[in-house]
Structure formats: C-alpha cells, structure tokens
C-alpha cells in the first residue's frame, strides 16, 4: 500500500474516528492523566508569569500580555511527547500489531491518534485561556482575529504531531524516547515564547525567531492585540506566513515518513 493510498482511502475518515474514540476512552478511565495535563501549563503561566512578570516587563499585566500567546504556542508543541510515548507504548503492548492485523488503512491509525490529540488541545487552550482572563488578560483586537489566533496554534499542534507520530512509530518503546523527550524542552525554549528576542544578543535573537513556535506565538500575539510586533530578523517581521509554510512542510514530511515507518513494522 503507497503512502497516498493510506491517506486516500474513502474510509479513512470514519476509522480514524474510530480510533480517536478508543483513545478519548482511555482518557476516561485515566482521568488524572488527563488533568495533569491540563493543570500543568496552567501551573507554567502562574510561574513564568507571576513569579518573574516583574522583572521581565516591568509589571505582570504587560508580561501577561506577552507571555500567554507564547505558552499557549509552547503548549501545543509539548502536545508532541504524548503521542509519541502513546505509539511507543502501544507497540511495546502489541497493540500496534493487532490493528496491523485488521482490514484498515494504516493512515487510519495514525490520523486517529492525531485528531484524538487534537481534541484534547481544544481543551487545553479553553483551560490556559480561561487562567488567562482571571489574571486579567483580554483579547484587544475583536473576536474574529482572536479566532484566527485559536486557529494558528492548533494547526501548529496538527503539525507538531505529525513528527510525534513518526518518532513514536520509529522508536517502539517508551524508553527509547527518554534521549528525544529531553530535547523537546531546549527546542521549546529556544524561542521567543518568554522573552522578547531584542533583548537576546543579534545571532541568538535570529537563531529563536526560526523556531516554528517563535512565529506562531508572534503571530498570535498580533492577531490577540492588532499591534506589530517587532524582531531581530525577517522570521519576526513575515511570523505569520513563516509559521504557515514551516507548518505545512512538517505535515508533508513526517506524514508520510510516519506512514511508511507504520508499514514496515515488523520487517
């Protein structure tokens, strides 16, 4: 089966709606999972924002202006560790055999596990901004463009598991995926998510403005206040089409490397 088969199948849609619900299953039966992820990067804006808003900004409502675009950005990337610990682990459990044993689209699989992800995304940006607006947070530029701002972090989190997918796939056990799990937090970091890269010095400003989620959480700031925010480079200065096109490449790329390394299980 070719990689555009096992994406273009008629009943690629409803399998995969089928999977989605067996993983929102499993999140009922495991419901502190579930609210530990949701309470964390609550627990991550408090930090980040009422501990050092201060001394970041001057004062903690202009940094909360600031900063919550960027975790709810950050955020959507973090959502990369559980699906690849959740392929890693059914592989390991043998999960991953029994579904390559029914007659489905191994696309299907996949998909599933990302729309289920996806769903709980909508979940975690209601929680962040729901803490948001009770430390006085507001969008500044109408409801439309806040929307779009919604829109451009979960398609970010679409794309972002994508390469969850293909690194859970290709590594086939938790444990394999301690060395990949630790870089996730230097890569979420090195960005522009906390700190305004105009104060980093000019190559390192540059180096995080390259960063996917850098142009996202800049993008979303801009839809979220209507104001322009100013960079270090040319990724600040066109955030929102960078962020579209990096977007788009990795649902390209680890799509279809997921696919194939879903087929060759085994082999």
């Known amino acids: 089966m070719s990689t555009a088969t096992a994406f273009g199948s008629t009943s690629l849609l409803r399998e995969s ?12 039966a495991q419901p502190g999972q579930f609210a530990v992820a949701l309470l964390f990067p609550v627990m991550l804006l408090l930090m980040m924002g009422a501990l ?6 001057g004062s903690t409502a202009d940094y909360f202006v600031f900063v919550l675009p960027g975790v709810l950005a950050l955020n959507m990337m973090f959502g990369i560790e559980a699906t690849m610990t959740a392929l890693a682990s059914d592989a390991t459990k043998t999960v991953t055999d029994r579904f390559r044993s029914l007659p489905i689209s191994g696309g299907s699989v996949l998909l599933g596990r990302v729309l289920a992800d996806l769903m709980t995304s909508v979940v975690e940006l209601a929680a962040l901004s729901l803490a948001g607006f009770a430390l006085g947070w507001r969008w500044e530029n109408g409801l439309l463009p806040a929307l779009a ?3 451009l972090l979960l398609t970010l989190r679409f794309s972002v598991l994508w390469l969850g997918v293909f690194l859970g796939v290709k590594a086939g056990s938790p444990e394999a995926l301690m ?24 190559w390192l400003g540059w180096l995080a403005e390259l960063n996917p989620v850098s142009a996202v959480a800049t993008s979303a700031r801009e839809l ?3 104001q322009e925010i100013e960079g ?10 960078y962020a579209l096109v990096s977007q788009v490449v990795l649902v ?3 799509a279809t490397l997921g696919v194939r390394a879903y087929r060759r299980i085994g082999q």
């Open 17 to 28: 709606v089928v999977i989605a619900g067996r993983t929102v299953l499993h999140w009922r």
């Open 52 to 57: 050092f808003g201060g001394a970041v900004a």
């Open 149 to 151: 701002a919604y829109g």
């Open 179 to 202: 060395g990949v799990q630790i870089l996730v937090w230097p890569v979420g970091f090195l960005s522009t998510v906390f700190i305004d890269p105009r104060t980093m010095p000019t």
């Open 224 to 226: 979220f206040t209507g």
């Open 232 to 241: 270090v480079g040319w990724a600040a200065t066109h955030s929102l089409p």
């Open 252 to 254: 390209m790329v680890f």
